[in-house]
């Protein structure tokens, strides 16, 4: 019954390779729009509250149900998957960006200020970089919850680990979902430990 | 026609109201699914959180790497397992919920306790309160709107992902979803999928208006999200 995976060895990599993209490259754009967003609502108090009821909304939103309410446009495609699970890192993400942010002591920015740093600079040298553990562990959040939720994607035929599942039960056939959860589970780790990395190389200062 | 209007057009369809596996029958259907794993996870959930939380110390970096990894498990995956080996019983639909629902209760009733200010813990003390005491009288009123955000999200987590659980059989809104998308129609499909989306809303609706009663007048200032 282990044969399988050496005969099969292709496939795995490659659905392996496609839930990889499908579930990286979502968290990323999310952080590419929460970033902007996350400065603006720390900076504008008043932007924040409603953004967040916004989100909180959309985070609600069944993964399942986000794909199904965009097949009409972007039809059975990774399109449909890839702008669903950005809209869930999206909605882990930001609420991060803003406490990261808004927990830079006012000490610091003042520091700043006096040593001339003008605000897109202090933005930029000072404030993000010391809000970068917390927007890393809402990244880690985001990451890990798309690679798995990527396999649902399945569900609509978008090609991805979650085939493992479909076929094995399809055929009874337990290796097969054994290998599918073992790769989503190692998959989503390795990401997680290479963004832990990414986290202690931008932040020598910190402890842990 | 867009989503809306396939999903209007099939809510609104008199006959899927009435009869075996109706709407009214399988949104009941899914609130008694999506009810029993919430309890089970918050009676794990919460007590060990607060329990994490109230000892201190290392107890952070476990928890959160812990529940991190943990929500790597793919409840797809494993609810699939689970239907190979146990067929349809109640443990195959339970058990992936509640792994799902475990994380977020967790990481909320500890970063609850473990946020409350050390001078309001150092007052119970102080007035020559018990540990149980402290827990239950100063420490667990202070972090509820953290623990009830953790009861939220894990709420809609297990709405949302119940549909999922028709996939191998189980009843609930799933059902309209995954034999639609069986039978290649995108009526109930989207039907379907709406009355998800508004049980969800209704689920966030429902822990606003939660908050408000249980949370002390003194703490109603806004609870952080995870």
């Given at each position: ?208 | ?8 057009d099939w809510v609104t369809t008199d006959a899927n109201w009435h009869g075996s596996g109706s709407i009214p029958q399988q949104l009941l259907a899914h609130l ?195």
């Open positions: 019954m282990w044969s399988w995976i050496p005969s099969n060895g292709s496939l795995i990599w490659q659905l392996t390779w496609e839930n990889a993209k499908l579930g990286v490259l979502p968290a990323l754009y999310g952080l590419v729009i929460s970033l902007p967003l996350g400065v603006i609502a720390a900076r504008w108090r008043w932007f924040y509250p409603p953004v967040l009821t916004v989100v909180n909304i959309l985070y609600a939103i069944p993964s399942l149900a986000l794909f199904i309410a965009l097949i009409p446009a972007f039809g059975l495609t990774d399109t449909t998957v890839s702008i669903a699970l950005t809209v869930f890192s999206l909605c882990v993400i930001l609420p991060n960006v803003v406490a990261g942010l808004r927990g830079v002591p006012a000490a610091v920015t003042q520091a700043a200020t006096a040593m001339g740093y003008g605000a897109f600079r202090r933005l930029i040298a000072v404030e993000l970089p010391l809000a970068v553990p917390v927007i890393l562990a809402g990244l880690r959040v985001g990451v890990v919850a798309s690679i798995s939720l990527a396999s649902v994607g399945q569900l609509i035929g978008v090609s991805s680990l979650g085939y493992l599942f479909i076929d094995g039960l399809q055929r009874s056939f337990p290796t097969e979902i054994y290998v599918g959860l073992v790769l989503v589970i190692a998959l989503a780790l390795v990401c997680d430990l290479i963004l832990v990395a990414v986290r202690r190389a931008l932040t020598p200062w910190a402890v842990s | 026609m867009s989503f809306f209007t396939w999903a209007w008694g699914y999506s009810a029993l794993p919430l309890l089970i996870a918050a009676l794990i959930g919460v007590p060990a959180g607060v329990a994490i939380g109230h000892r201190g110390g290392k107890g952070a970096v476990v928890v959160i790497n812990f529940a991190n990894a943990w929500r790597a498990i793919p409840t797809l995956g494993l609810l699939i397992l689970l239907a190979v080996f146990l067929g349809f019983s109640p443990i195959t639909w339970l058990l992936p919920l509640v792994v799902l629902a475990i994380p977020p209760i967790l990481v909320n009733a500890y970063e609850g306790i473990a946020g409350v200010e050390a001078s309001v813990k150092d007052a119970a003390k102080g007035m020559g309160m018990t540990p149980w005491q402290q827990v239950t009288r100063v420490e667990i009123p202070n972090a509820l709107p953290l623990i009830l955000v953790g009861l939220r999200t894990s709420a809609i987590f297990v709405v949302a992902t119940a549909t999922i659980a028709a996939y191998i059989g189980l009843g609930g809104l799933g059902r309209f979803i995954i034999d639609g998308l069986a039978s290649d129609q995108y009526g109930p499909v989207a039907g379907g999928a709406l009355l998800v989306v508004i049980l969800a809303v209704l689920v966030l609706a429902l822990f606003a208006g939660l908050s408000r009663l249980v949370i002390p007048a003194g703490l109603r200032k806004q609870a952080k999200t995870e």
